[in-house]
C-alpha cells in the first residue's frame, strides 16, 4: 500500500488454486480533486530454468527463451526447450477494468479507448539501456514507447504497458496474470478464465478458503505458522547470520563431501537440531511440523536430528522421531522435498559437528531449555548479514569524454594509439562491454572493461572466482568498486594495453589517473592511483575499495561460508572460503599501500577498506589498493614473515617487468602489409588474446570456462607454433 499524489495504490497478490500462476489486483484510488491519468508497466526477468543456470551463465541461459505477442489473448508468451524434446510456457498479461463498466459520460469513452491500447517489450537492453538500472530505465525517463520486440533476444524480459484514467474520488482495478505450463494451450486457455473484476475477485476468494481449509487440517496455529515463515527467510539468505558465524567458520576443517557418510548430499537446505533429551523431544516433534509446513508450500530441505540423549534414552528418542517423520500425512506426501535424518551423537567427530553446523541454514539445540521462537530472536539482532544494500552514488567527471586526435580507425568511441600497442576507448558508454583480460601462467588474474568493471579469479576461472562475475550486458556490473569521497569513480576514459588498462578523470579540484595490472609470475593485482590536486588549498581525498567476494563459483552459493580477519601486522583483511571442496586452504588478501583506517566486516561478501590521502596545494600522490591470494599460512602470528608489504616503487617495478614480459612474448612475430589494421590486430593483439584469454585465463566476458578443453586447446596453441612451440609442444 503507498500513497503518491493523492492516488492510493494497493496491491493484492494469489496463487491460483488449480494453476502454476500468479494473479494481482493493483486498485488505484484517487483521493485528490481532479481526474488523473495514470501509466501502468510491468517488469520482470525471464529464466524459465533452475536458479543455477542464471547464476552460473546469465546470457546462455536467456539464449534459450522465445518470445512471441498472442494479439487475440493480449498477452505475452515465452518458451524454452525442456527435457526430451518438450518445452516449457510461460505467460504475462497486464489488463484493466473496463471503463464503460463504471461510468456512461463522455469523457470515459476517450479514457477507455486509451487504456485499450497495448504496448509490451521482450528486450532489456532496449527497456532498461546501456549501464542502467530499474532505478533509471531509459524506457522510462525517456518517456518513451515499448518496442514491441519479440523472439529471441539474449536477456529476455516480460513487459507490458496500459494507461487508464482514474475519475476523482473514484477507483479503478489493474490485474497482472503470470503463469507456468508444459502445453501453450494452457496459458491460452486459462487467459479465457480470468477477464473482468468477477473472475478476479473469485480467485482471491477461492485461494483463500483453500488455504483456511489446508490450514485447518494442518492443526496448526497461528503463532506456529508465523514461526514457520521467520525460519523460512534464511533458506533464503535474507536474514541475518548471527554474531558468532564467524567464529564457527575459523574452526570448520571439512566440506560437503563430509556429509556423504551419513547420507546426506548437501544439496538441498538444511535446518539442524540437536536434542539432549527424551524431555525435549516436544522440540523435535516442533520442528517435524515445520517441516511438513514448508513441504507443503513447496520449500525444499533436509531436517537433521543429532540425538544427543542420555544412552538410555537415546534408541527411544531415535524411535518417536523416526516414527513422527515416518507418520503419513494427508495434508504434505512425502516426496523430493528432503528427508529427515537422525544421527547418533556419540557417532560425530567435533569436526562433523562443526560442519553440520557450519552448513545449516539454521541450528537449533534443545538444552538451552528456550523455545525456537527464542533462539530464533537470538539471530534477529545478529549484526552481521549477507549483503550489503547500499548503492553509492556516481562521481561524474568534468567531461563524460574527451576528443582525441591522432588515434587511428576511430569509430566515436576509441582507436589504437601508440602504433597499435593500445586501444583508448574515449566514450566509455560503449554499446557492449569491451573488455581487457589480463592473466598470468599461474591462471591468476581478471577482465576489466572500460567502465572499470569486471571480476579476478584465480587458480580457475570457474571454480575460483574471487569477486563476482557476470556477463549481464546491461549493467556491466562491477564486483570491484574505486570510492572517491564515497562517491564510485567511473572514467571518462579508458586505455586497454597488453597486460594492463588505464582509466582516468578530470573533475574540478582533482585528477584521477587508475593503472590496473596484474603480476608477471605472482597472484597479485593492482590499482594503482595517481591522485593531483588542481586547487591552490589543501585537499583531504577519502579513498575507498569496496569487493564483492565470491571465492567459489557464485555468491549465492559461498556467502555463507566467507571467514574474514583483520591482521594488523600486515595491514590486511584474510578472507578464505572454509567450505570449499578443492581451495578451501587458499587466502584472499586484501591490502593498500598505505594504512587502512576504516575496515567493513558488517557483511560476509562485501567488504569496503578505505584511508584518507592529504593533497597539498597543486600535490600529487600515488597510492595503491592490492588483491592477491596466498596458502593459508597457518597461525596469523606467522602471517607477517609469510607476506611482504608492499609499497609504490615494488609496484611500479613490477608494472615495468609485466612491459617487457609481453614486449617480449608478442615481438616473436611481426606483420607489415599495408592494412595498420591489419598489421595491429595480427601483429600483437590476436596472439595477446590467444595467451591471455584463451590459455591463461581460459574465461573471456560472456563466458568463464577455467578449465583446459581437449579440442579448444589444441586449436587454440595452433596460434603458437611460430612464437612459442615450446609451450605449444608442452600443452599438446
Same mark, same amino acid.
Given at each position: 500500500?503507498r500513497?503518491?499524489?493523492?492516488v492510493?495504490t #494497493?496491491t ?5 488454486? =488449480? ?8 486498485? /488505484? ?5 481532479q ?10 526477468e ?8 542464471? @547464476? ?8 534459450k527463451v522465445?518470445?512471441?505477442y ?5 498477452a505475452?508468451?515465452?518458451?524454452r526447450?525442456g =527435457?526430451?524434446?518438450?518445452?516449457r510456457?510461460?505467460?504475462h498479461k497486464?489488463?484493466?477494468? #473496463?471503463?464503460e ?10 479514457a477507455?479507448k486509451?487504456?485499450?491500447?497495448? @504496448?509490451y517489450?521482450? !528486450?532489456?537492453?532496449k527497456?532498461l539501456?546501456?549501464?542502467?538500472s ?7 525517463e525517456?518517456r518513451?514507447?515499448l ?5 529471441t ?9 496500459r494507461?487508464?484514467?482514474v475519475?476523482?474520488g473514484?477507483?479503478?482495478e489493474a490485474?497482472?496474470l503470470t503463469?507456468y505450463?508444459?502445453?501453450r494451450?494452457q496459458?491460452?486457455h486459462?487467459?479465457?478464465?480470468y477477464?473482468g473484476?468477477?473472475?478476479?475477485e473469485?480467485?482471491? +476468494?477461492t485461494?483463500?478458503v483453500?488455504n483456511?481449509?489446508?490450514?485447518s ?5 497461528g503463532?506456529?505458522m508465523?514461526?514457520y515463515c521467520?525460519m523460512?527467510?534464511?533458506?533464503a539468505q ?5 554474531n ?12 560437503q563431501?563430509?556429509?556423504w ?6 544439496d538441498l537446505?538444511?535446518i ?19 517441516? @511438513? ?6 520449500l525444499?530441505?533436509? &531436517? ?5 540423549? $542420555? ?6 528418542l531415535?524411535?518417536?522421531i523416526?516414527?513422527?517423520a515416518?507418520?503419513?500425512h494427508?495434508?504434505?506426501e512425502?516426496?523430493?522435498a528432503g528427508?529427515?535424518?537422525v544421527?547418533n551423537g556419540?557417532?560425530i567427530?567435533?569436526?562433523e559437528?562443526?560442519l553440520?553446523h ?5 541450528a537449533?539445540?534443545t538444552?538451552d531449555?528456550?523455545t525456537?521462537?527464542?533462539? &530464533?530472536?537470538r ?7 549477507y549483503q ?7 562521481l561524474k $567527471?568534468? #567531461?563524460? /569524454? ?6 587511428e ?5 576509441g ?5 597499435g ?6 566514450n ?16 591468476f588474474g581478471?577482465i576489466?572493461s572500460?567502465t572499470?568493471a569486471?571480476f ?5 576461472a570457474?571454480q575460483?572466482?574471487?569477486t563476482?562475475? !557476470?556477463?549481464?550486458i546491461?549493467?556491466d556490473?562491477?564486483s570491484e568498486?574505486l ?7 567511473? $572514467?571518462?576514459t ?5 597486460g594492463?588498462?588505464?582509466f582516468?578523470?578530470?573533475? =574540478? =579540484?582533482?585528477t ?7 603480476a608477471?609470475d605472482k597472484?597479485e ?5 595517481r591522485?593531483?590536486?588542481?586547487t ?11 569487493y564483492?567476494?565470491v ?6 552459493q559461498?556467502a555463507?561460508?566467507l ?13 578464505r572460503?572454509?567450505y570449499h571442496p578443492?581451495?578451501?586452504n587458499q587466502?584472499?588478501r586484501?591490502?593498500?599501500?598505505e594504512?587502512?583506517t ?7 561478501n562485501? +567488504? ?23 596458502k593459508?599460512?597457518?597461525a596469523?602470528?606467522?602471517s607477517e ?13 613490477e608494472?615495468?617487468r609485466?612491459?617487457a614480459?609481453?614486449?617480449?612474448k ?21 596472439l595477446?588474446?590467444?595467451?591471455a584469454?584463451?590459455l591463461?585465463?581460459?574465461?573471456g /566476458? ?9 579440442r ?6 595452433m ?12 600443452q599438446?
Amino acid at each position: 500500500l503507498r500513497v503518491d499524489d493523492g492516488v492510493e495504490t #494497493k496491491t493484492e497478490v494469489t496463487v491460483l488454486k =488449480d494453476r502454476s500462476a500468479e494473479l494481482r489486483r493493483v486498485t /488505484f484510488t484517487n483521493s485528490s480533486g481532479q481526474d488523473v491519468d495514470l501509466e501502468i508497466t510491468t517488469y520482470g526477468e525471464v529464466l524459465l530454468a533452475p536458479a543455477v543456470e542464471d @547464476e552460473n551463465h546469465r546470457v546462455f541461459a536467456g539464449m534459450k527463451v522465445l518470445s512471441e505477442y498472442d494479439a487475440e489473448h493480449e498477452a505475452l508468451l515465452f518458451s524454452r526447450p525442456g =527435457d526430451h524434446g518438450s518445452r516449457r510456457y510461460m505467460l504475462h498479461k497486464l489488463w484493466t477494468e #473496463k471503463e464503460e463498466l463504471r461510468t456512461k459520460n463522455d469523457e470515459s469513452a476517450f479514457a477507455d479507448k486509451n487504456s485499450s491500447i497495448i @504496448e509490451y517489450e521482450t !528486450s532489456r537492453l532496449k527497456f532498461l539501456g546501456r549501464g542502467n538500472s530499474l532505478r533509471h530505465a531509459d524506457i522510462i525517463e525517456s518517456r518513451r514507447t515499448l518496442t514491441g520486440t519479440v523472439g529471441t533476444t539474449l536477456d529476455p524480459i516480460m513487459s507490458m504497458r496500459r494507461r487508464l484514467h482514474v475519475a476523482a474520488g473514484k477507483s479503478v482495478e489493474a490485474y497482472i496474470l503470470t503463469g507456468y505450463a508444459k502445453a501453450r494451450e494452457q496459458l491460452l486457455h486459462l487467459t479465457e478464465q480470468y477477464q473482468g473484476s468477477v473472475d478476479v475477485e473469485h480467485a482471491f +476468494k477461492t485461494a483463500s478458503v483453500f488455504n483456511n481449509m489446508r490450514t485447518s487440517l494442518s492443526l496448526l496455529k497461528g503463532s506456529q505458522m508465523r514461526l514457520y515463515c521467520s525460519m523460512a527467510k534464511y533458506m533464503a539468505q535474507t536474514a541475518t547470520l548471527g554474531n558468532d558465524r564467524n567464529a564457527l567458520l575459523a574452526k570448520n576443517t571439512l566440506s560437503q563431501s563430509g556429509l556423504w557418510r551419513f547420507g546426506i548430499s548437501g544439496d538441498l537446505d538444511i535446518i539442524l537440531m540437536e536434542v539432549d533429551s527424551m524431555e525435549h523431544s516436544g522440540h523435535a516433534k516442533e520442528m517435524l511440523r515445520a517441516f @511438513e509446513y514448508y513441504k507443503v508450500h513447496g520449500l525444499y530441505l533436509d &531436517l537433521v536430528f543429532i540425538n544427543d540423549a $542420555p544412552e538410555g534414552e537415546r534408541d527411544g528418542l531415535t524411535h518417536f522421531i523416526n516414527g513422527m517423520a515416518n507418520t503419513e500425512h494427508l495434508w504434505a506426501e512425502h516426496s523430493h522435498a528432503g528427508r529427515v535424518y537422525v544421527l547418533n551423537g556419540s557417532d560425530i567427530t567435533d569436526a562433523e559437528r562443526i560442519l553440520l553446523h557450519t552448513v545449516a541454514r539454521l541450528a537449533f539445540n534443545t538444552s538451552d531449555g528456550i523455545t525456537l521462537a527464542q533462539q &530464533l530472536r537470538r539471530l534477529e539482532v545478529a549484526n552481521q548479514r549477507y549483503q550489503d544494500k547500499i548503492e553509492y552514488p556516481v562521481l561524474k $567527471p568534468r #567531461k563524460e /569524454f574527451r576528443v582525441w586526435s591522432g588515434l587511428e580507425f576511430y569509430n566515436q568511441y576509441g582507436g589504437f594509439d601508440r602504433d597499435g600497442r593500445d586501444y583508448v576507448v574515449t566514450n566509455t558508454n560503449t554499446p557492449m562491454p569491451w573488455i581487457n583480460v589480463m592473466a598470468n601462467e599461474q591462471h591468476f588474474g581478471c577482465i576489466v572493461s572500460s567502465t572499470m568493471a569486471g571480476f579476478t579469479f584465480a587458480n580457475n576461472a570457474q571454480q575460483f572466482k574471487l569477486t563476482g562475475w !557476470s556477463n549481464d550486458i546491461v549493467r556491466d556490473n562491477a564486483s570491484e568498486m574505486l570510492l572517491i569521497n564515497r562517491h564510485q569513480f567511473l $572514467p571518462a576514459t579508458a586505455r586497454h594495453s597488453q597486460g594492463w588498462s588505464a582509466f582516468d578523470a578530470e573533475y =574540478d =579540484d582533482l585528477t584521477v589517473a587508475v593503472r590496473l595490472f596484474v603480476a608477471c609470475d605472482k597472484p597479485e593485482k593492482y590499482y594503482q592511483i595517481r591522485l593531483t590536486n588542481k586547487t591552490e588549498a589543501h585537499v583531504d581525498v577519502r579513498l575507498d575499495m569496496v569487493y564483492k567476494l565470491v571465492l567459489g563459483m557464485c555468491e549465492e552459493q559461498t556467502a555463507r561460508y566467507l571467514y574474514s580477519e583483520w591482521d594488523e601486522a600486515t595491514n590486511s583483511l584474510l578472507v578464505r572460503n572454509v567450505y570449499h571442496p578443492i581451495y578451501s586452504n587458499q587466502v584472499v588478501r586484501l591490502t593498500a599501500t598505505e594504512p587502512l583506517t576504516d575496515i567493513s566486516l558488517d557483511y560476509t561478501n562485501r +567488504k569496503r577498506l578505505g584511508f584518507n590521502v592529504n593533497l597539498p596545494a597543486h600535490g600529487e600522490r600515488v597510492v595503491a589498493f592490492i588483491i592477491s591470494v596466498d596458502k593459508e599460512a597457518g597461525a596469523r602470528e606467522n602471517s607477517e614473515s609469510a607476506y611482504q608489504r608492499l609499497d609504490v616503487p615494488a609496484i611500479d617495478s613490477e608494472f615495468d617487468r609485466v612491459v617487457a614480459y609481453w614486449d617480449d612474448k608478442l615481438s616473436a612475430i611481426q606483420v607489415e602489409t599495408p592494412d595498420r589494421s591489419f598489421n595491429h590486430m595480427v601483429g600483437r593483439w590476436y596472439l595477446y588474446q590467444v595467451y591471455a584469454s584463451r590459455l591463461f585465463a581460459r574465461a573471456g /566476458f560472456y563466458q568463464v570456462g577455467g578449465a583446459t578443453g581437449f579440442r579448444d586447446q589444441l586449436q587454440d596453441v595452433m596460434s603458437l607454433l611460430y612464437s612459442d612451440p615450446a609451450y605449444a609442444r608442452r600443452q599438446i
